[in-house]
């Protein structure tokens, strides 16, 4: 009989698309996925570490099946991978290894996800809509933000192979692709100019500094697969143009891609989604017009806080500028409330952002502390939970009740016609 395994994935649509890449990792060495976690003999657990309350519920998660081995002896091997392992060895003191290694003591493996890596054709879990990762990491060092470190800084994978994957993709009956990286916005920069790209200005690792200057990253062009030469999108760094992309580009050629119905991306930053990539958006239909656009606070002073580079006045002009170019376009966001130092008169501007943004949902969080972030070592952790609760639940009343209503309301229409 073949061996049987099981993931349990925490966080993110990432986690998801890597954990799809592990099934094929273990089907290709002949196990088979077990029905249900108790039953498998090799389980691992793909982990997250975005807030506290996530890194918690993978100690539970752990320390229950601990449990059950040593009582029942399933499953016999414990992996665990994802974002904690990711953290882990990035981490060059190995403080970090010795706290995981502590807590979770019965593991028998800490796998990083690089091991696993984007060679292996996905085992699905959808039949309709297709993950596709375009790129992983990021260099954007968002002060609350534990990404950088958990997944390193941001590498594309190779265009042609992208391609590739989504042409396979359509041939199979794929309609729908979602295409994913912390930040698509700057899908390339690395493949153009490489590894060592103006983006690790941000990076704390002072080695990685370049000269101040304006010197353009890129005056090249690229030359897609097939051999259209093309000039790579300059996005912005530090409010100059100078980080040369090419998701416009990959967009175009997916859209073109015969099968495919429809197109969505996560996620995208605000401060580099260029003109080029509204324009690209407004032309193709198949690209999605629920758009995620993270603002995280209403407040300059709470943005500049968090290390995001653009002004609340920026960003209510970018969504005017798409509401004009693209039609039917229609936003969703991420906040953070309770960020260090969050005052009442900051919080009051956030609300004062959503009513003018007009976002039809938000994905909204109370600010956690995360080990190895900028905030964490620079800021205090001061709002009390319950104002931090407080804020959250306005913020819910405001923007998410309404949305989950409208959706209760086309629910009970469609109820109401399937009876008559
Ligand atoms: S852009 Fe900021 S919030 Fe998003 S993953 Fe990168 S550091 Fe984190």
Not at 85 to 110: H, Q, T
Not at 190 to 199: F, H, K, T
Not at 237 to 249: K, S
């Amino acid at each position: 009989m073949s061996p049987t395994y099981f993931i349990k994935t925490f966080g993110c649509q990432q986690n998801e698309a890597d954990s799809e890449r592990i099934g094929s990792y273990f089907q290709n060495r002949g196990f088979q996925r077990a029905k249900a976690i108790y039953q498998a003999d090799t389980v691992v657990i793909n982990t997250c570490m975005i807030r506290e309350m996530a890194e918690n519920r993978v100690y539970g998660r752990v320390n229950n099946l601990v449990k059950n081995k040593l009582k029942k002896g399933k499953p016999d091997k414990i992996i665990v991978t994802g974002c904690m392992v990711g953290m882990a060895v990035r981490d060059k003191s190995g403080l970090f290894m010795k706290l995981i290694k502590k807590r979770m003591p019965y593991v028998d493996e800490f796998l990083a996800i690089e091991e696993v890596g984007f060679d292996l054709p996905p085992l699905r879990s959808d039949i309709v809509n297709a993950w596709v990762p375009v790129s992983n990491g990021c260099n954007n060092f968002c002060t609350f933000c534990v990404v950088p470190f958990t997944r390193g800084r941001e590498i594309s994978r190779p265009y042609a192979d992208i391609l590739a994957e989504c042409r396979k993709l359509a041939g199979e009956g794929f309609k729908k692709i979602t295409l994913l990286g912390m930040n698509v916005n700057s899908y390339g920069a690395d493949l153009i100019v490489g590894a060592d790209n103006i983006q690790v200005m941000r990076d704390i690792d002072k080695k990685y500094f370049r000269p101040k200057d304006d010197r353009p990253m890129t005056d090249k062009g690229y030359t897609l697969p097939g051999g259209r030469k093309v000039k790579p999108v300059l996005v912005k760094h530090l409010n100059r143009l100078r980080i040369p992309t090419l998701f416009p580009y990959l967009l175009e050629d997916i859209a073109a891609i015969e099968g495919i119905e429809s197109i969505d991306f996560m996620s995208s930053n605000p401060w580099d989604f260029s003109d080029r990539l509204i324009e690209t958006i407004a032309k193709n239909p198949k690209i999605t017009r629920k758009l995620h656009l993270a603002v995280q606070s209403g407040s300059d002073t709470v943005l500049k806080r968090m290390n995001r580079w653009y002004t609340r006045a920026d960003f209510l002009q970018l969504l005017q500028k798409m509401r004009d170019k693209i039609p039917g376009v229609e936003f969703s966001t991420d906040i953070i409330v309770g960020f260090c130092g969050e005052t009442d008169d900051e919080f009051r501007e956030t609300i004062d952002l959503v009513k003018k943004a007009k976002f039809y949902k938000a994905y909204l969080a109370m600010y956690s502390d995360r080990p190895g972030t900028a905030a964490h070592r620079v800021f205090k952790d001061d709002v009390p939970h319950p104002l931090k609760k407080k804020r959250w639940q306005i913020l819910e009343e405001m923007i998410n009740r309404p949305y989950l209503k409208k959706i209760q309301n086309s629910n009970n229409k469609l109820q109401i016609k399937s009876k008559i």
